[in-house]
């Protein structure tokens, strides 16, 4: 079954007003591509990425969203709120969210059901940690996670990210990235037409191998999405 190519990039904490050249700078370098591109900036620059990006073929996405649509919950965001400032997708169960600010797959479940709810889609992240691999537990834990932060119903995209290889410039061996893919596949209700992606310091020079596995529709990027020039090379690897 055909998928389309999603690559998407996180700012994390990164990223100022004075950055946004980033939204016609970026397309400048990559022709209108056949994939769907996606840039999570920090909730501060949203309003003013949104209007950056509106007439180019990048999609604004968030970082995270919380689990209720309002209510008590200071310096949370709703997913309802995001989607009226015109966010199409919202991250959450990052590693950094899981491990900073100990969030549960349950938490992660009800933020990626609010975020449906709203109209936007989730990309849930799971990944297991260095030591967990070398214990022979990766499987176990992703599905475990999958089990627990996976809605019944609804679109969502899944991020598989090994903990172990964000930021660190570690990637994991294509083989058993493709493993892992495919358990995630076997897994998912909706599993044919759900796409997986990968995220773990892609940069340009291996997102193009990366890409070319079976079970892999595009990449979660970190650090290498933070500057136009960098970005752009990934996304021409990836679909060249």
Known sequence: MSRRMLIAGNWKMNGQLSDLGYFSNLPEQV????????????????????????TSFIVIGAQDCHGASSGAHTGDVSARLLAVLGVQYVIVGHSE????????????????EAAIEAGLIP???????????????????????????????????????????I????????????QMHDEIRS????????????????????????????????????????????FAEIIKNTLG
């Open 31 to 54: 022709s209108t591509p056949d994939a769907e591109i996606i840039v999570c900036p920090p909730f501060p620059l949203l309003p003013a990425s949104i209007e950056a990006a509106k």
């Open 97 to 112: 969210r899981r491990a900073d600010h100990g969030e549960t797959d349950a938490m992660i479940r009800s933020k990626a």
């Open 123 to 165: 990309i849930i992240c799971v990944g297991e940690t260095l030591e967990q691999r070398q214990a022979g537990q990766a499987v176990e834990v992703v599905a475990a996670q999958l089990a627990g932060s996976v809605p019944k119903t609804g679109e969502y995209v899944v991020a598989y990210e090994p903990v172990w290889a």
């Open 167 to 178: 930021g660190t410039g570690l990637v994991a061996e294509l083989e058993d990235i493709a």
């Open 187 to 230: 897994r998912l209700t909706r599993g044919e037409t759900t796409r997986i992606l990968y995220g773990g310091s892609v940069k340009p020079d291996n997102c193009h191998a990366l890409m070319l596995l079976d079970d892999v529709d595009g990449a979660l990027v970190g650090g290498a999405s933070l500057k136009a020039q960098s």
